[in-house]
C-alpha cells in the first residue's frame, strides 16, 4: 500500500508549489502588509516544519537504501532546522536578519545530498538529470538567504527564494520512477525494476 | 497652484496607488493562473491524468494526479490566501487600522 517513489516526489512537489505561491505572494505585498495576519506570518514556518516531519517519515521508510536513508534525514533535518529557526524568527524570539543565514545553511545541506547520493551521470535517465538539477539549483539558491542576511531590504531575494521554490515543484513534477531524459535511458538504469 | 502643475507628494501618493493596484491584481491572478497552469497541463500530457486513462491504475493513482495537484493548488490559494492579503493592502491604502 505504500505510494511508490515518483507518487511521494508530486505530492511534495504540490506541497512546494503551495509553499513557493505563499513566497510569492510575500515578496509582492511585502512582510508589513503580508504579517498582519499572524497565521499567515506563520504560515511558511509551519509549511517547512511540516515538509520536515514529512520527510522524517519517509526517511523510516526509506530502507531499501542506506545512501537514500540519509539523504532523505538530511533533507528532513535541514526543512525542520530552517522551519523552526524561521518560527522563531517571526515570534519575535530572533530579531538579526544573520539568521537567514540558516535557511542559506538548510538551502545547502539540502542540496549537497542531491549530488552526493546521485552516482551516475546528468543523462543517464531522468530521475538521475533531475537530481543534479535539483543538487544545483539548491546550492545556488543558497546564496540568496546570504543575500536577505547582508542586505534585508532588497526585495529581489524574496522573489528569487519564491522562484527557486517553483522551479523546485516543476522539477519534482516531472520525476518518473524510470524514465528517458532527452531521447537517454540508461539500460541500467531502474535495476530490477524494468 | 495651476492646476496643471501637479505637486510631487500628489504624484508620489498617485503611483504609490497604482503599485498597489497592481499588487492586488497580481496577487489575485496568481491563484486562477495556477489553476490554468494545471489545466492547461492536463491537456497537454493527459496520460498524467487518472480521469483519462484508468486501466489498470491503483488506489495511489488515483489520489495522486500531477495536473489536479496543481488545479487544486491554485485553488487553494485563491480561496484562503489571497482575499485576506487583498483586503490588508486595500486597508493599508485607506490607512485602516491592522486586521489582526
Redesign the interface.
Known sequence: MLPRAEIAHWLFAAGFLFFALVLLAEAIVGPEVFRRRRWRAYLWPSLALFAGVWLWVIAIFSTFSTLHLLAHSAWAEAATAAGAVQLAVVRGRLRSPYWSLVTAGALFVSGAPFLVHEQNGWLFSRSAFLHHLIGWTLVAAALLPVGAALRPRRAIWAYGFAVTWIAIAVMLFTDRDIAPIFGHLSDLAGGGAR | MNELVTSRADRTARSRAVRRGF?VL??EA??PL?VLAGIVWAFAQPYRVTFFYPEGKG???WV?Q?PL??V???L??AIL??P??VE??EA?ERGDA???
Open positions: 499588487r497580481v496577487v496568481i491563484g495556477t488506489f495511489w493513482d495522486v500531477p495537484l496543481v487544486l493548488v491554485g487553494l490559494f490566501v489571497a485576506g492579503i490588508d493592502l493599508d491592522p486586521a489582526g
